[in-house]
């Protein structure tokens, strides 16, 4: 895929960075593998001929840094993303646009015309994702012992995106026929699975062969599935989480031992109804820690 990819340095301590790149993400192989479902009035539809996601990529970086400041940088981004994958619910107008429905191999003789619909679809309409990160990263080397062991790395990243998404609206002719009436429409909101807001931040700290670092993980909400109506929509609700890594080198053979403590609050992965506010799922996973040794040959 073509990129380009620019670097200035005015001053020892002052760096520019500008980048044009083109990427492609391939969609999940459960939304492709030929699969066909079908029930009462509803159908369950794998889309094999999903194409891959393509994305645009506009960055711009601004970056100072020496001894005493370490890297602190400022950027901005946009991405422009055709083909964007998302699952929705439709109804069947022409059965021959889905590929194996017209004749599905369990019911051969069904007529699925005005049936609901679940499937993955491209997005036809370009979405446009922007925003601004910045990064400071730096080591307290000129504080007194023991700070002088301190290490500091805070990211922050604030997005904005837009995307339509098709639906059809279901009406009827009216007296005296009655007969059902599909419109194609779109509705707006944030992108799947897109945060506003990202921060990541960890504190270390280094003396002789001991260290450790604490970590934290911070993901504001985000728009998880689509629907019509903005009440039935979904969002996984923000996140938090606290992480503890700690080694200490023991004199023999190079030999580590270390500590890894994963999701100190117990935090979960909460999705919420919009209308509501009621959890429509929460999965729990609770506190992970891991204890070992490593041996380094070298």
Known sequence: MPAVNIKFDPLPWLSLRGAYTNTLAYPNFQAI?????????????????????????????????????????????????????????????????????????????LNVK???????????????VWGIEGEWQTHFWYLPSPLDGLVLNINYTHAFSEAKYPYTIVGNTGFPYFRPTYTDTTYTDRLINQPDDIVNVSLGWDYKDFSILFSMI???????????????????????????????????????????????????????????????????YGLRAELGFRVNFR
């Not at 960055?59 to 993303?81: A, C, M, P, T, W």
């Not at 609901?116 to 446009?128: D, K, Q």
């Not at 009440?231 to 700690?246: C, G, N, P, S």
């Open 218 to 284: 911070y993901q504001s909400k985000i728009f998880n599935s689509t629907n019509y109506w903005n009440a039935l929509r979904t969002d996984k609700d923000k996140y938090l989480r606290w992480d503890v890594v700690a080694k200490q080198r023991l004199p023999w053979y190079n030999i580590e031992v270390f500590l890894n403590l994963n999701n100190l609050n117990g935090a979960n992965d909460t999705y919420l109804m919009r209308g509501n506010n009621f959890k429509d799922t929460d999965e729990s």
């Open 114 to 128: 005005g049936y609901s619909i679940n499937a993955y679809y491209n997005n036809p309409n370009t979405v446009e």
């Open 33 to 109: 593998v030929p699969w066909i479902d079908v029930y009462t009035g509803s159908v369950r539809w794998n889309n094999v001929n999903l194409k891959p996601i393509r994305s645009e990529n506009f960055d711009v970086q601004v970056s100072v840094y020496n001894n005493e400041i370490g890297l602190f940088s400022l950027g901005g981004f946009l991405k422009r993303i055709d083909d964007f994958v998302f699952y929705y619910s439709s109804y069947i107008i022409d059965p021959t646009q889905y590929e194996g429905l017209h004749d599905v191999p369990q019911h051969p003789n």
